[in-house]
């Protein structure tokens, strides 16, 4: 167990444990979406985003079609809020402290994109209805206003092989949501009757 009393707690230890940055990595930092940087948001079927509220902080997924983050403009992003669990904790933190950060993957590539920025949430039905999917609105979408945008290399990904097929984990080998449920509520949750339902439900409100 580590020693707490042997924590790094000054920046200064820090940037000596570290040293300089390359130029690289500041230059590719700017305030705005740049158009190499929008190619990557475009590309983009999957995001992370990151907020912080009273409770602390939350990251949650966020996935569509490629593209379902759209660039308004080089200084705002817009991002649909679809069906899921309505814990709706990031909505509740960004009502409390707008700052969120996005991080965005691409499938079969190394680098990702990281967006730091502050959020609102906008429910204009006329907005809702340029994200329909199958005739179904989000509930809300969030208007981004970006304050940095910069590129992660791909160091990341390829020591984690996340995109090699022969390193995928087995479903099977992990517990399932029902056996989960069950066990965290004391068997309160039927957890074979929970994923018996899960495949239809899933099906039935992706959107």
Not at 58 to 86: I, K
Not at 157 to 181: C, E
Not at 184 to 203: N, T
Request: glycine share 8%; hydrophobic share 40%; net charge neutral.
């Amino acid at each position: 167990m580590p020693n707490p009393k042997d924590a790094v707690s000054d920046i200064a230890t820090l940037e000596r444990i570290y040293g300089a940055p390359a130029a690289a990595s500041i230059k590719k930092e700017v305030a705005y979406v740049h158009p190499c940087y929008r190619r990557f948001i475009e590309a983009a079927p999957f995001a992370l985003l990151a907020t912080s509220g009273p409770g602390g902080l939350d990251l949650s997924p966020r996935g569509d079609a490629a593209g379902f983050v759209r660039v308004h403009d080089e200084n705002t992003l817009l991002l649909p809020d679809r069906r899921g669990n309505n814990r709706i904790d990031s909505l509740r933190n960004i009502l409390h402290d707008p700052r969120v950060a996005l991080l965005f993957l691409i499938p079969g590539i190394g680098e990702t994109l990281r967006v730091v920025g502050s959020a609102s949430i906008h429910i204009q039905p006329d907005l809702l209805a340029t994200f329909a999917v199958d005739g179904k609105l989000p509930r809300s979408v969030l208007a981004i206003k970006v304050e940095s945008v910069f590129f992660q290399c791909s160091r990341a990904v390829l020591r984690s092989h996340l995109w090699d097929p022969s390193k995928h984990v087995s479903r099977d080998d992990l517990p399932s949501l029902g056996n989960i449920l069950a066990a965290l509520s004391d068997g309160e949750i039927d957890g074979l009757k929970y994923d018996g339902e899960l495949p239809e439900r899933l099906k039935a409100t992706m959107y």
